[in-house]
């Protein structure tokens, strides 16, 4: 089975904190996601990476960085964080073939005071 | 452009019932491939089902049924004799052959409600 593992479940930050968002996955898969999820706006993809070091830029990367040094982890950074990156944080992986299957791990609810 | 539209929000159903969650999706490409995922309280989306464009048999899993029509572009989603822990909101997704981004597009989701 695959397994996507998020650092944290839940998360309280206060604003202007530097915040790390950790994700591993552990079935060697090539791509990683980030998504943001809000009430009545669904699923936002905001970086994915295809590759160790390589990232793409999603729907909504403003506010945000990422960093892939190792394969099996990909790691969300709010450089200084806002009350508006509240949000539900969820990571996924899939493997190079694009016609595989998104994984998902359990999400972290970050809370931004 | 393609879209993933569920124009369900919510649904509530009593224990036991049939219920079917609808899903119609646009895209230009002719190889693509549908996904439907369930999320639970808990808050992880949980995989249900991949299917491919060219592939439009029904599946049946246990309760759990996909009816997939191209003819209306549609990739519908039938729980039988509903139970109460399939409370959740369920998305539908689309990912497309000629998406080099290897991006699924999102449906909006729909929140069943499932009464005892």
């Known amino acids: 089975d695959v397994k996507v593992t998020q650092s944290s479940r839940y998360l309280v930050k206060r604003t202007g904190e530097k915040v790390f968002l950790e994700c591993v996955q552990d079935m060697d898969h090539e791509n990683m996601f980030w998504y943001r999820q809000d009430p009545g706006l669904g699923l936002r993809l905001i970086y994915f990476s295809y590759d160790v070091k390589m990232k793409e830029k999603g729907d909504i990367p403003e506010g945000y960085s990422v960093s892939r040094e190792k394969k099996e982890r990909f790691s969300l950074i709010l450089e200084s964080a806002s009350t508006n990156q509240t949000s539900m944080y969820l990571c996924a992986s899939k493997s190079g073939l694009y016609t595989d299957t998104q994984y998902f791990g359990p999400g972290t609810r970050l809370t931004v005071l | 452009a393609q879209k993933v539209t569920q124009a369900q929000t919510e649904i509530s159903v009593v224990e036991k019932e049939d219920v079917t969650l609808d899903c119609v999706y646009e895209?230009?490409?002719?190889?693509?491939?549908l996904f439907w995922y369930k999320q639970p309280p808990s808050g992880e989306l949980v995989f249900l089902i991949r299917?491919?464009?060219?592939d439009e048999q029904n599946e049946i899993s246990g309760r759990y049924s996909w009816n997939f029509q191209k003819s209306t572009s549609s990739f519908n989603f039938t729980i039988t004799a509903s139970q109460v822990v399939d409370s959740a909101v369920y998305f539908c997704a689309l990912s497309e052959i000629g998406n080099s981004n290897y991006q699924l597009i999102w449906g909006a989701g729909t929140k069943l409600i499932i009464k005892p």
């Open positions: 299917r491919n464009s060219f």
């Open positions: 895209t230009r490409d002719t190889t693509y491939y």
